[in-house]
């Protein structure tokens, strides 16, 4: 704390305050002593102050009394209420009039400069004191990301970047961040380097829960329970984005279970999510189900079966169930489906997808107030938030804490905001993703991507013969030759999905269940 606050201390009996007025100016602090709410509030047209103790029984126009007009003439100024009474009413009329505090006489000095760090260095002392822990976690967090070999250390690493991200910005503080931006773009890097040399094992052998196995894993399981479940898809949520609308759920539903599992590559709703209702990676849903495949190049929505891919799932796991696949685009579908919601409790299984946050990742990319309200990690969290709280899905969650549910939310992949563009050549028939690229003949610098010559080994289809996949890494995107830079500027710092990302791959697992 380097500068004292300026102090308006509202009392009929200032004449007792001579000690905690001198304790306050020892310690650097100017106070205005007055007697009445009415000289201070004339005071208060004339002059700001840091902070204000009020106190609450005095003749004339009481604390309490006086508050809202305090409160109109200085409405960013902390005020403290000061009171003989014990009374439970006279504290919740204060509290509920949004006073920063209250204390009971007789107050001691120290009382009073606890009130005042609290409501007017709370911010300043938050400040540095996250700052100091951060840097004692920097070198540590550093260590992790280096030496890190397997799965599971790079899901704890991305759990504290994402803790570290979302409390650096509550205190604004440019460097820190900056320091942090820096060590996560370190973070991509080596995590990339990992799924590379790991992939294809995965895909052959031991490997972490991927999308493509949580129904199987961690929803077809609770059917045991037999109480109807929810599965909630929210179309390219990322963790952190979850992290922020956490906090909405507290009051509606315990959250028993948190984890992170990988989504598949491409990181794309046309293969993530296709995978998760199918149970299965892309190449065997073509294989199996080639009548609900479409590649790349095929016309029309790549996502058309995803309820008879689930049917199909439920029927080779022997799973006996009735179940609903209901797809959100706007808030009227999210309208219908709470007006159907009395037959929904009658199933076993309830799937619905809600697609804004995709939605609103494209339009990012195409609609200029978007790429302005959306144009960094804290905003698209943000925009996330206020769209969760004021949709339809937030009343979903109200009305089924009434009553006795399951519920898993997930999603099918991430995204990230990308700023490095690489130059791609390839014909009329390369797919158009700029996180991903498959065709033939493709031209590209082999050392800055993930480059997948023979498709199966990745578990994905080819669109002919020759074709072959490529993959951006970190924060990079796919930018052909012809009119480049037009098209750098157009994409980038905007959210994308289809590569390989700590954001894109460790996608959010909750489970939950209603009180």
């Known amino acids: 704390?380097?500068?004292?606050?300026?102090?308006?201390?509202?009392?009929?009996?200032?004449?007792?305050?001579?000690?905690?007025i001198m304790f306050l100016e020892q310690k650097g602090h100017t106070v205005i002593p007055v007697t009445n709410a009415h000289d201070a509030l004339d005071i208060l047209e004339q002059d700001k102050f840091d902070i204000i103790f009020l106190d609450e029984n005095m003749p004339g126009l009481s604390g309490l009394q006086a508050l809202p007009y305090f409160k109109e003439l200085a409405p960013d100024t902390p005020i403290v209420m000061i009171t003989k009474a014990e009374d439970e009413e006279i504290m919740d009329e204060a509290i509920g009039s949004q006073v920063a505090d209250y204390l009971i006489k007789p107050v001691k000095p120290q009382q009073i400069l606890l009130s005042i760090k609290k409501n007017v260095y709370q911010r300043d002392l938050v400040t540095n004191r996250l700052g100091v822990r951060f840097r004692e976690e920097f070198m540590s967090l550093s260590e992790e990301i280096n030496s890190a070999y397997h799965w599971n250390h790079w899901i704890e690493i991305y759990k504290k970047l994402v803790h570290w991200e979302l409390l650096l910005e509550e205190i604004s503080d440019n460097v820190l961040e900056q320091i942090l931006y820096s060590q996560k773009k370190e973070a991509n890097k080596l995590f990339a380097k990992f799924v590379k040399d790991n992939y294809f094992n995965w895909i052959a052998d031991e490997h972490p829960l991927m999308i493509h196995e949580v129904l199987r894993d961690r929803v077809f399981p609770y059917f045991e329970d037999h109480l109807p479940v929810f599965l909630i898809v929210i179309d390219n949520l990322r963790f952190d984005q979850w992290r922020e609308i956490r906090v909405l759920l507290r009051d509606l539903v315990d959250i028993e279970y948190e984890s992170l599992v990988f989504s598949i590559l491409p990181t794309a709703t046309q293969y993530a999510r296709n995978a998760l209702f199918a149970g299965l990676l892309p190449i065997d849903i073509k294989r199996y189900y080639p009548e609900y495949w479409r590649d790349d190049t095929d016309p029309g929505n790549k996502n058309d079966f995803e309820a008879q891919l689930l049917e199909k799932q439920l029927h080779r796991y022997s799973y006996d169930v009735k179940f609903s696949y209901n797809k959100v685009f706007n808030d009227q579908h999210g309208t219908r489906v709470l007006q159907n919601l009395k037959n929904l409790l009658k199933n076993d299984l309830n799937v619905i997808v809600y697609n804004f946050v995709d939605m609103m990742s494209h339009a990012k990319t195409n609609v200029q107030m978007i790429k302005e309200l959306a144009k960094d990690e804290k905003s698209y969290r943000d925009i996330t938030r206020s769209w969760f709280e004021h949709s339809s899905i937030i009343e979903l969650f109200k009305q089924l804490s009434q009553h006795n549910v399951r519920i898993i939310l997930t999603t099918d992949h991430g995204s990230i905001r990308v700023t490095n563009p690489i130059k791609v050549i390839g014909d009329r028939q390369t797919s158009t993703n700029i996180r991903y690229k498959q065709g033939k003949n493709l031209n590209y610098p082999a050392k800055k991507v993930f480059e997948v010559l023979y498709p199966e080994k990745a578990g994905l289809p080819r669109s002919n013969i020759v074709s072959t996949y490529i993959f951006a890494l970190g924060d990079d995107f796919f930018v052909y030759p012809n009119d480049y830079h037009h098209?750098?500027?157009?994409?980038?710092d905007t959210f994308q999905h289809g590569g390989i990302s700590l954001e894109e791959m460790l996608i959010p697992l909750i489970e939950m269940k209603t009180r």
């Open 487 to 492: 098209y750098v500027n157009y994409y980038k």
């Open 1 to 20: 704390m380097s500068r004292g606050v300026k102090i308006l201390w509202v009392d009929d009996e200032v004449d007792l305050l001579n000690i905690h």
